[in-house]
Protein backbone atom coordinates (compact mmCIF):
# COMPACT_ATOMS: atom_id res chain seq x y z
CA UNK A 1 0.00 0.00 0.00
CA UNK A 2 1.69 3.33 -0.77
CA UNK A 3 1.93 6.08 1.89
CA UNK A 4 1.72 9.41 0.98
CA UNK A 5 3.67 12.52 2.91
CA UNK A 6 2.53 15.96 3.45
CA UNK A 7 2.05 18.97 4.97
CA UNK A 8 -1.41 18.35 7.72
CA UNK A 9 -3.35 21.62 6.33
CA UNK A 10 -6.08 22.91 8.58
CA UNK A 11 -8.88 20.95 6.75
CA UNK A 12 -6.98 17.76 6.83
CA UNK A 13 -7.29 17.45 10.59
CA UNK A 14 -9.96 14.87 10.58
CA UNK A 15 -6.98 12.38 9.62
CA UNK A 16 -5.76 12.59 13.08
CA UNK A 17 -8.61 10.46 14.09
CA UNK A 18 -7.12 7.67 12.73
CA UNK A 19 -4.12 6.92 13.97
CA UNK A 20 -1.73 3.97 13.56
CA UNK A 21 -0.48 2.41 16.94
CA UNK A 22 2.11 3.94 18.77
CA UNK A 23 2.66 6.81 16.09
CA UNK A 24 2.15 9.80 18.94
CA UNK A 25 3.76 9.35 22.48
CA UNK A 26 -0.25 10.15 23.57
CA UNK A 27 -4.13 9.69 22.12
CA UNK A 28 -4.60 12.38 19.52
CA UNK A 29 -6.85 15.03 21.32
CA UNK A 30 -8.87 17.47 19.20
CA UNK A 31 -8.47 20.27 21.47
CA UNK A 32 -5.32 20.28 20.99
CA UNK A 33 -4.94 19.90 17.45
CA UNK A 34 -6.54 22.57 16.72
CA UNK A 35 -5.02 24.73 19.04
CA UNK A 36 -1.93 23.65 17.17
CA UNK A 37 -3.00 24.01 13.82
CA UNK A 38 -4.71 27.26 14.41
CA UNK A 39 -1.19 28.59 14.72
CA UNK A 40 0.17 29.10 11.84
CA UNK A 41 3.89 28.63 13.05
CA UNK A 42 2.90 25.44 13.72
CA UNK A 43 3.40 22.42 10.83
CA UNK A 44 2.46 18.66 11.04
CA UNK A 45 3.59 16.67 8.08
CA UNK A 46 1.77 13.52 8.12
CA UNK A 47 2.46 9.89 6.64
CA UNK A 48 -0.49 8.50 5.91
CA UNK A 49 -1.22 4.77 4.23
CA UNK A 50 -4.80 3.71 3.65
CA UNK A 51 -7.11 5.60 5.79
CA UNK A 52 -4.60 5.80 8.92
CA UNK A 53 -1.66 8.03 10.10
CA UNK A 54 1.24 5.98 10.10
CA UNK A 55 3.90 8.46 10.86
CA UNK A 56 4.16 12.45 11.63
CA UNK A 57 6.94 15.03 12.12
CA UNK A 58 5.96 18.23 14.01
CA UNK A 59 7.56 21.95 13.62
CA UNK A 60 7.71 24.97 15.37
CA UNK A 61 8.63 28.84 13.06
CA UNK A 62 10.74 30.33 14.79
CA UNK A 63 11.30 34.20 13.55
CA UNK A 64 13.73 35.83 15.39
CA UNK A 65 14.14 40.02 15.54
CA UNK A 66 18.18 39.59 14.97
CA UNK A 67 18.58 36.46 13.05
CA UNK A 68 17.35 34.44 10.05
CA UNK A 69 14.37 32.41 10.40
CA UNK A 70 14.65 28.65 11.66
CA UNK A 71 12.56 25.61 11.77
CA UNK A 72 12.66 23.87 15.27
CA UNK A 73 12.07 19.71 14.25
CA UNK A 74 9.59 19.02 17.65
CA UNK A 75 9.44 15.57 17.09
CA UNK A 76 9.29 13.03 14.86
CA UNK A 77 7.12 9.21 14.48
CA UNK A 78 6.45 6.31 13.16
CA UNK A 79 4.12 3.29 13.85
CA UNK A 80 6.57 0.16 14.91
CA UNK A 81 5.08 -2.22 12.05
CA UNK A 82 6.51 0.32 9.41
CA UNK A 83 9.95 1.75 10.87
CA UNK A 84 12.47 1.01 8.14
CA UNK A 85 10.85 1.94 5.68
CA UNK A 86 11.93 5.63 4.97
CA UNK A 87 8.48 7.15 5.90
CA UNK A 88 10.86 9.38 9.27
CA UNK A 89 13.06 10.69 5.80
CA UNK A 90 10.36 10.97 3.91
CA UNK A 91 8.77 13.19 7.18
CA UNK A 92 11.83 14.98 7.57
CA UNK A 93 12.84 16.09 4.16
CA UNK A 94 9.20 17.08 4.09
CA UNK A 95 9.78 19.32 6.78
CA UNK A 96 13.17 20.68 5.41
CA UNK A 97 11.69 21.85 2.12
CA UNK A 98 8.41 23.66 4.44
CA UNK A 99 11.45 25.41 6.18
CA UNK A 100 13.19 26.71 2.95
CA UNK A 101 9.71 27.73 1.85
CA UNK A 102 9.38 29.48 4.90
CA UNK A 103 13.23 31.51 4.07
CA UNK A 104 14.79 29.15 7.31
CA UNK A 105 18.38 28.96 7.15
CA UNK A 106 18.36 26.16 9.78
CA UNK A 107 16.55 23.62 10.97
CA UNK A 108 17.77 21.76 14.20
CA UNK A 109 16.40 18.92 15.74
CA UNK A 110 17.22 17.79 19.43
CA UNK A 111 18.12 13.75 20.32
CA UNK A 112 19.14 12.49 23.63
CA UNK A 113 23.07 11.96 23.42
CA UNK A 114 22.47 7.83 24.30
CA UNK A 115 20.01 7.77 21.79
CA UNK A 116 21.97 5.88 19.14
CA UNK A 117 18.84 5.43 16.91
CA UNK A 118 17.84 8.64 16.69
CA UNK A 119 21.32 10.23 16.34
CA UNK A 120 21.91 7.99 13.12
CA UNK A 121 18.87 8.75 11.68
CA UNK A 122 19.34 12.62 12.03
CA UNK A 123 22.98 11.64 10.67
CA UNK A 124 21.55 10.00 7.82
CA UNK A 125 19.81 13.32 6.54
CA UNK A 126 22.99 14.34 6.62
CA UNK A 127 22.35 16.61 9.81
CA UNK A 128 25.80 17.85 11.92
CA UNK A 129 25.90 17.09 15.78
CA UNK A 130 26.73 20.21 17.88
CA UNK A 131 27.88 20.72 21.59
CA UNK A 132 25.06 22.36 22.46
CA UNK A 133 23.57 21.14 25.88
CA UNK A 134 19.61 21.49 26.38
CA UNK A 135 17.97 22.60 30.56
CA UNK A 136 14.34 22.14 31.09
CA UNK A 137 12.72 23.92 33.76
CA UNK A 138 9.01 23.62 35.18
CA UNK A 139 6.72 26.30 34.32
CA UNK A 140 5.47 26.23 37.58
CA UNK A 141 6.53 24.90 40.89
Known amino acids: MDTDVFVLQSDQVDLLNQVADDVFDNVVQPELVAEFIADSRHHLA ?17 VHPDKPNELWVNEIGVTPVMQGQGIGKR ?51
Open 46 to 62: VAVSGNAVVGFASAVHY
Open 91 to 141: LMKTLLALGAELGCDEAWVLADEDNARARSFYESLDGEASAAVMYSFRCHE
